[in-house]
Nanobody, 113 residues
């Protein structure tokens, strides 16, 4: 049974930093590309970032490029999202996703202005 458990979401001030984690189990983690997706209140899901299984290739939405960094530790079966220079528009529930259909429960990030 695949489990993805996100953590690290809190309330931060604009300009602050935060690191999200996603602990994975029940899958061959190092073989899976992984994704962060977010959903602001009242809006649809928005893609944030992808990383390949080895961690060497990363991809970012334009809205977060240069501010967010996705990474993974395959020895710990954990995915990360380092978020810097946070903006109020980054406020959302952040989900860890092992494409196509495996999702965590989400963690709330709130950025105050």
């Amino acid at each position: 049974q695949v489990q993805l458990v996100e953590s690290g979401g809190v309330l931060v001030h604009s300009g602050g930093s935060l690191r999200l984690s996603c602990a994975a189990s029940g899958l061959i983690f190092s073989s899976c590309s992984m994704r962060w997706v977010r959903q602001a209140r009242g809006k649809g899901l928005g893609w944030v970032s992808d990383v390949d299984g080895g961690g060497g290739r990363t991809y970012y939405a334009d809205s977060v490029k240069g501010r967010f960094t996705i990474s993974r530790d395959n020895a710990k079966n954990t995915l990360y999202l380092q978020m810097n220079s946070l903006k109020p528009e980054d406020t959302a529930v952040y989900y860890c996703n092992a494409p196509p259909g495996r999702w965590g429960q989400g963690t709330q990030v709130t950025v105050s202005s």
